[in-house]
């Protein structure tokens, strides 16, 4: 099983029983891999929704070494086909989701090689990264502006505390 689809078990496996959750299917693949090779391919705005009540939470998960390229206006006209790790429609699907009362969406980021796991609110990543000079955000960028899941490590897998990010992510936005 490959490390993204470990996290995404992980984090599913890590939900708090007073939450609900739920990983959106993924799109149908070209036989080749990828979705290029579909031609009319949809893309999912984000991976998965969590609720707790009374928070909607829209999430994008990542998983990466070290750090995560993303997509960026200005980085359209450029002139190689670079391939993002953060994709436009999951920026773009997660500030729509953004926009609701009660909607609380971002990407949760974890870094392998330094055992990481961070949230990123949408509004805040588009903050943070209209301000890089470079293509990619690294742990010490998203610890900046985001919040720090704990995790705790099991013999292969880890468990997240998503108690006490719920509780974090919504002490700005009332209850």
């Not at 009540?53 to 750090?67: C, V």
Request: net charge positive; charged share 25%.
């Amino acid at each position: 099983m490959n490390t993204g689809k470990r996290f995404e078990q992980d984090f599913a496996a890590s939900v708090p029983n007073n939450a609900y959750f739920q990983r959106l299917k993924d799109p149908a693949q070209a036989f080749g891999g990828g979705s290029s090779g579909t031609r009319f391919s949809l893309h999912n705005p984000y991976d998965c929704f969590m609720y707790a009540y009374p928070h909607f939470f829209a999430l994008e998960l990542k998983t990466a070494d070290r750090s995560m390229t993303f997509w960026r206006t200005d980085f359209e006209n450029s002139e190689s086909k670079q391939t993002f790790n953060i994709k436009k429609h999951q920026i773009i699907g997660l500030q729509k989701a953004a926009a609701y009362d009660g909607v609380i969406a971002g990407f949760v980021l974890n870094f392998r090689n330094a055992e990481t796991t961070c949230f990123v609110e949408i509004n805040h990543f588009v903050e943070t990264v209209g301000k890089l000079e470079k293509k990619s955000i690294n742990q010490m960028d998203v610890l900046s502006c985001g919040l720090l899941i704990p995790q705790k490590k099991l013999k292969v897998n880890y468990r997240y505390d998503l108690g006490s990010f719920i509780e974090e992510a919504t002490a700005d936005k009332g209850r």
